[in-house]
């Protein structure tokens, strides 16, 4: 199965490569691409330097072309796909459908592979995106079980993506408006979840603060592992079906996909590639995790054990789970 890693940075990319990723997927800075993060992504120039440092390494490059365009605004998004490819991109990553009508109509000969945040997760979905505009690969959505996608395999023809590591979305991609309530700004449309520019932390009564927006969404004591501040992944205090107040995760408790044990039964399910989260994480986490999988994915494929997991170091908040490949609630 091909090893597909984040690089949020030329530097990052680098250190992917050489880590012994298979594929590399980035975006430009702008609004274009779903980690829009001050510090991040690539120009043109660097685009074109990384692809040709990649692939004299062996290692493909694609790119995240996966916000939604504004009305009357799709200029910046057309331009997008045209230098991604003029710079020798493996593919696109794509989730607006007039986007990927316009790739598919004047770029006929680039790879086109659909985004997670499309959110197509059955054979009638997927098969629309299949026939419409001939998308080669699907990045499905984290909602799924290893029996569901095995299903879903066997009902569409077309290369299938999961991730394995990394942050978690409650929402199902695509369809998440939580941020644009405290920032005024969508991850689907802008590019940014939790504005770096409108986080703050703080110290209040002996404790650790997060504010997004104005809006206080996390508290915790200074030695305990702080999360990444989302709303989603916020502590607040509710008043339950009882009454009675309470406080805690509302939506979901900071924790990390780590999906490396069920590695065989993915490659049995018939996923073609394997997604590791974090273009906003620094180039030592990338480093690591990409290490880390290869190692597995290299073990799996000679029929050897996977090595023991080193990776808890790097689970947001400290803990991992296998999100909902097992589905334990059902």
Known sequence: MELVCPAGTPASLRAAVKAGAHAVYCGFADETNA???PGLNFSREELTEAIAFAHARGAKVLVAINTFPKAGGQDLWHRAVADAER?????????????????????????????????????????LYVREFGVKRVVLPRVLTVAEIAALNRAVDVET?????????????????????????????????????????GTEGGQQTARLGGFLIQ???????????????????????????????????????DAAALLPDLAAAGVTALKIEGRQRSRSYVEAVVRSFRAAVDA?????????????????????????????WR
Do not use: W
Request: proline letters at 8%; one cysteine or more; charged letters at 20%.
């Open 35 to 37: 980690r829009n993060f």
């Open 87 to 127: 710079a020798g991109a493996d593919a696109v990553i794509l989730a607006d459908i007039g986007l990927l009508a316009h790739a598919a109509r004047h770029h006929p000969t680039l790879r086109l592979h659909l985004s997670v945040q499309a959110a197509a997760a059955n054979p009638d979905a997927i098969g």
């Open 161 to 201: 993506e999961v991730f394995v590591f990394g942050g978690l979305c409650v929402m199902a991609e695509g369809r998440c408006s939580l941020s644009s309530y405290a920032t005024g700004r969508s991850p689907n449309t802008t590019g940014v979840c939790s504005p770096a520019e409108d986080v703050v932390y």
């Open 219 to 257: 508290r915790s004591t200074p030695d305990a592992p702080a999360p990444y501040p989302t709303l989603c992944k916020g502590c607040f205090s509710v008043t339950d079906e009882n009454g009675e107040d309470k406080r805690g995760h509302v939506f979901e408790d900071p924790a990390s996909l």
């Open 300 to 328: 799996l494929e000679a029929g050897r054990p996977i090595p023991e997991g080193t990776l808890a170091r790097f689970a947001e908040g400290g803990e991992r789970t296998t999100g909902a490949y097992a589905k334990p």
